[in-house]
T-cell receptor
């Protein structure tokens, strides 16, 4: 079966612009989480959606937002980009909501802000 | 905030040697997961442990969850170059969707 698909794979934006990243979970998976990965901070949780509702949110400013559609696809948006937003953005999907449920990650979107 | 500390940060060994990576926290997690990430890819789940004292084996990899569910270790026997990667531990809270990740251990296995 197809894995988690993130688009685009690479993106270069200018400071002050906004960006939208997309994540298509594995078919049948209803939970989608987003993470930011940087060399200095590692993997940090952004937010999680389940059945179109945001259930958890990490400690990121309001410039970071997301949503989930009825087909479980998710998007995240970053407005007023800053140089520090340069990172690998990862999306993970899961079939059910349990602590021991396997999480499948996409390949990520590499965002560079110049 | 629950913090996960991994040690060592970097490990370079020869093929055939054994290695152990540690993941420690001052907090209790409902579950702990180990991932391996290769350059340009997303993390791939290796194992999930949920019971204190639990030991799981995956071929040459042995995972242990501490009795108090605050720490874990990953042991690789007879490492191979294919084991090279960034090993990440992640703690799960009662709501699955939010995982707390450690900083990772970069493992390099040379032939």
């Amino acid at each position: 079966k197809a894995g988690v698909t993130q688009t685009p794979r690479y993106l270069i934006k200018t400071r002050g612009q906004q960006v939208t990243l997309s994540c298509s979970p594995i078919s049948g998976h209803r939970s989608v989480s987003w993470y930011q990965q940087t060399p200095g901070q590692g993997l940090q949780f952004l937010f999680e959606y389940f059945s179109e509702t945001q259930r958890n949110k990490g400690n990121f400013p309001g410039r970071f937002s997301g949503r989930q559609f009825s087909n479980s696809r998710s998007e995240m948006n970053v407005s007023t980009l800053e140089l520090g937003d340069s990172a690998l953005y990862l999306c993970a999907s899961s079939l059910v909501v349990r602590e021991d449920t396997e999480a499948f990650f996409g390949q990520g979107t590499r965002l560079t802000v110049v | 905030t629950q913090l996960l500390e991994q040690s060592p940060q970097f490990l370079s060994i020869q093929e055939g040697e054994n290695l152990t990576v540690y993941c420690n926290s001052s907090s209790v997690f409902s579950s702990l997961q180990w991932y391996r990430q290769e350059p340009g890819e997303g993390p791939v789940l290796l194992v999930t442990v949920v019971t204190g004292g639990e030991v799981k084996k995956l071929k040459r990899l042995t995972f242990q969850f501490g009795d108090a569910r605050k720490d874990s270790s990953l042991h690789i026997t007879a490492a191979q170059p294919g084991d090279t990667g960034l090993y990440l531990c992640a703690g799960g809270e009662h709501s699955w969707g939010k995982l707390q990740f450690g900083a990772g251990t970069q493992v390099v296995v040379t032939p």
